[in-house]
């Protein structure tokens, strides 16, 4: 069979600008006229926004104390020692007193920090079910393999939610208390615990089995507890809608860091007398200390703060576009003294052609 170029073949494009690659293109010269002022502008916008993030990121306001219960570091070394080298320790209560001179600007958030804690490692990571934490019941009663260890129990029982990462879900509690005059009782600051987990997760990707006869607890029936846990899943709560896989503090939890340090929200401090904010006078927050960490060298921190547009506390955003800004207008004027150093002899040598 012979081809000619005007038949058409199964495989050849339409003959168009597009599928022919004539549509017209735009093929810059960067001449230093273009290149030294786009480098400058770039660096002082970046500059800009630099100082700007930078400067609103100081404008914070943080509170911390490490109750990590190293000897000598407050009271909370006696429920350190204790809990040491037993799993789960026992409980036990410590506090933080302090004073605030003037109002604390709202809103104010309450964060817990641990350091030195992977949830990066690998293994760890993927040691989940997100099948079952979807309330598949199937997933419930036959967990995945990534869950191992933790995938069943030592009597054989599927572990509801297995994996590493619910394993080790934090647990330790706060309470927050003020003292509104000198001499005074102390009065319990409310706390916001909703809306503290990423829509996302908190309404798509974690869902409770379904309901038997109305009870959560015979939807688990079959299942055991992780083992470092007190109590089953479903009871993490008395509010029916924030128990079980949906539970908040425990949806925050499973959705791990990136970095060894990292916070993680507890509540938000909003509501009644509190709404602007924490007057001045003396707090404490009650601690609940249940979560060892000083076997891998960790510590632990509670944190106040407050936010802003930007959102927290986050000096390095402001840092790196400063970093990248200043090395912009420094690669613009390397650039520029390479061009007025070499325009002479460019034109030298077009002369002599």
Known sequence: ?????ATRGAHQPDNTAFTQQRLPAWQPLLSAGIALPLFFCTGLAFIGLGLGLYYTSNGIKELEYDYTGNPGTGNCSVCAAVGQGRAPPPSCSCAWYFSLPE?????VYLYYELSNFYQNNRRYSVSRDNEQLSG???ALRNPANECAPYQRSATGLPIAPCGAIANSLFNDSFSLWHQRRPGGPYVEVPLDRTGIAWWTDYHVKFRNPPLVNGSLALAFQGTAPPPNWRRPVYE??????NTGFINQDFVVWMRIAALPTFRKLYSRIRQGNYSAGLPRGS??????YNYPVRAFGGHKR???SSISWMGGKNPFLGIAYLVV??????TGFVMLVVFIRYQDQNDEDEDQE
């Open 103 to 107: 109002l604390f600007q709202g809103p």
């Open 302 to 304: 509670i944190i106040l």
């Open 283 to 288: 707090y404490f927050i009650n601690i609940t």
């Open 236 to 241: 993490l709560s008395p509010d029916p809608n």
């Open 1 to 5: 069979m012979t081809w000619r170029a």
């Open 325 to 330: 800004g200043s090395l912009c207008i420094l």
């Open 136 to 138: 598949w019941p199937s």
